[in-house]
């Protein structure tokens, strides 16, 4: 999340995750196991994770989505940053 210079707006991004197979993890160094799973796309996967960019007004508590293509990153892609004007 990035705020707006006069913390009115917020940049967020949004995943789709959609599909998007899963990376099995456990530790099982306590009495019971813990499931550390996380979302992963391996090369030549068919579904890969998609972000969006969105604005959000906090005065008005509407978004409106960036007009940028959607970032297909395996990881998470860098944040937005605001210009003065």
């Not at 913390?7 to 998007?20: E, N, Y």
């Not at 959000?56 to 293509?69: C, F, L």
């Not at 990153?73 to 004007?85: E, F, V, Y």
Request: charged fraction near 20%; avoid cysteine; hydrophobic fraction near 35%.
């Amino acid at each position: 999340m990035v705020w707006s210079h006069d913390s009115t707006k917020i940049v967020v991004q949004r995943a789709d995750l959609r599909g998007v197979g899963t990376y099995p993890l456990y530790s099982s160094t306590a009495d019971q196991p813990v499931d550390h799973s996380y979302f992963y796309a391996w090369p030549g996967a068919k579904n890969i994770p998609q972000f969006d960019l969105y604005i959000a007004d906090i005065g008005t508590r509407r978004s409106i989505k960036i007009d940028v293509p959607s970032t297909g990153l395996i990881s998470r892609p860098t944040g937005a940053q605001w210009r003065r004007d």
